[in-house]
Every structure is written in structure tokens, then in C-alpha cells.
């Protein structure tokens, strides 16, 4: 049996963050960042059953036709899918009642709708990319034990890095195949999981950063004929907790911003909401 202090509950039995019961979610979940987008997506529903707010997390759960989805929003940074991902799982495969874990596994089908920005010249402003990898330049699947790492691709990435030793090695975790065949028409490549805004992605305002050359030298990596797409602030963390626990996990990024020629949308709300069209239409 978990332990109340491991799997807490409140007191309508909802679990803590996300406030919510294990009926209320669906096996198809679209998450997104900010909480605002929640309703961005499921204006695009035929009928809401349910919205739960809680905090920064928001879920909205609905009907596309017949098929049953929810969004779901998980706010910034890995942290924060440390949670949704977990609380997520526990929804599907614990009973809540008993805090035992179910003898059938339940599998979730999990995709980001996000933003970000192009690290390669070529790609284009309000594009679309669906992330084939997630590389963490975070700590927090260093917390997991049996974390289901690539260690080929892993070992090629840092014999590739000039990377300091006083920081958490960058990992690698791929989409979800079944998921990521979906989406047959948009650019593919490797996404960079970064655990900030400013220097983590070679911003510098007034505060330096540590890695001088990191943008170039992510620019630069290949794997496979892969290139390294674009920064955001999610991805590695939904990529590996989803191989730890079962789940079909798949980002898909709007391009914002084009880091190499310092461009950045004139509509990124119309880009938003071409992205999340184009996702809804290849997965329902």
C-alpha cells in the first residue's frame, strides 16, 4: 500500500496537484504550458463534461466526435511535469480507494502542444516541428534509477559535448514511435529540454552565462541525419518519465522564435492556433 505522505489526496479524494478523480481524464490528453491554452484547445471540443482548476494546472475533458480527450495544462519546466506526469499515471494505474497499484496497466497517450525556438537557420517562423527526441539539459531524470535511457545515443552525445563537469550530464529520450507516425507531414528532429529562458538557452540580458559556445555546439549535433530543432523547457521530462511508466508521450512545438536570425513571430497567437488545429486533426 503507498503511504499517505507518498501519494497524497485531498479530501474529495481528488489527487493533490492536479485536483482531480481517476473518471475525469481520458486515455488521450493533450497538454500544454500555459494555463490560458486550456481553453484554446477544448474550444475546439464538440462538448466538455468537466473543467477542474487547480493552481496552475487546469484540465478540461470533452469529446472530439466520439473519442473522449482532455488537455491538461502542466505549467513551466520539468518540475512541473514531474508532477502532471506522475499524477496522471497514479490516475490511471492506482487505486485510489485501496493505494494499491492496479494488476492492469493502463496506457496513456500524452502530447504536448507547445512553443519554441528554431536553433537551426533554415527553419521557419510559425512552423511546425514534432519532436523525435527530447535532450535534457536538466537534472531530473538523474533522480530516477531505472530510467530506460539510449545509452548509444546518450554516449554520442556527451562525446560530443564540451560540457562542464560541475553541471548534470544532458540525456536523451525518444517520442513515442506509434504517436510520432502521426504526424507523416511535419519537420522531425531532436528538441532541447532546457531547465530556463535566459542562459540555459544562450540568452544573456545583464546576468553571463557559463557555456559560451552551447548554441553553436547544439546547431551542430547530428544523430542519425537528426539535427537538433529548437529550445523549450519540457520535452525531456515527458520523454523519459513517459518510458518509465508506460506511456505514449509526444511533443509538437509551433516556432516562435528563430534563435540563429534573431526573428520572432508577428502573430504567435495565429501560430498557437494553427498548431493546435494541425495537432487535433492528426490525432482525432
Request: proline share 2%; net charge negative; glycine share 6%.
Amino acid at each position: 500500500m503507498i503511504k499517505n505522505s507518498e501519494l497524497v489526496l485531498n479530501e474529495d479524494k481528488s489527487i493533490y496537484h492536479l485536483k482531480l478523480k481517476p473518471e475525469e481524464i481520458a486515455e488521450l490528453i493533450f497538454v500544454v504550458g500555459d494555463q490560458n491554452r486550456v481553453e484554446q484547445v477544448s474550444k475546439h471540443f464538440d462538448s466538455i463534461e468537466l473543467k477542474v482548476s487547480n493552481r496552475e494546472f487546469n484540465t478540461h475533458t470533452g469529446y472530439i466526435g466520439n473519442k473522449r480527450v482532455s488537455v491538461t495544462s502542466t505549467g513551466i519546466g520539468t518540475d512541473n511535469i514531474d508532477i502532471v506526469l506522475n499524477e496522471l499515471d497514479a490516475l490511471a494505474n492506482v487505486d485510489l480507494e485501496s493505494r494499491e497499484i492496479k494488476k492492469t496497466h493502463k496506457k496513456l497517450n500524452i502530447i504536448r502542444i507547445g512553443t519554441s525556438g528554431a536553433i537551426q537557420k533554415d527553419i521557419e517562423i510559425d512552423s511546425i516541428i514534432a519532436s523525435s527526441h527530447g535532450l535534457g539539459l536538466d537534472n531530473l531524470m538523474h533522480f530516477y534509477s531505472e530510467n530506460n535511457l539510449n545509452n548509444q545515443i546518450n554516449q554520442h552525445l556527451l562525446d560530443y559535448l564540451d560540457w562542464p563537469k560541475e553541471l548534470s550530464n544532458p540525456y536523451i529520450y525518444e517520442a513515442s514511435e506509434q504517436l510520432l507516425s502521426k504526424f507523416v507531414n511535419l519537420r522531425k528532429g531532436i528538441t532541447v529540454t532546457a531547465p530556463g529562458f535566459y542562459a540555459p538557452q544562450g540568452r544573456m540580458i545583464r546576468a553571463p552565462f557559463s557555456i559560451n559556445n552551447l548554441q553553436q555546439q547544439l546547431e551542430n549535433y547530428r544523430y542519425n541525419n537528426l539535427a537538433v530543432c529548437n529550445f523549450e523547457m519540457e520535452t525531456s521530462a515527458l520523454y523519459g518519465l513517459g518510458k518509465i511508466l508506460g506511456h505514449n508521450c509526444l511533443t509538437v512545438c509551433c516556432v516562435l522564435a528563430n534563435r540563429q536570425t534573431k526573428e520572432y513571430s508577428k502573430n504567435p497567437q495565429k501560430t498557437i492556433e494553427n498548431t493546435i488545429k494541425t495537432v487535433l486533426e492528426y490525432t482525432t
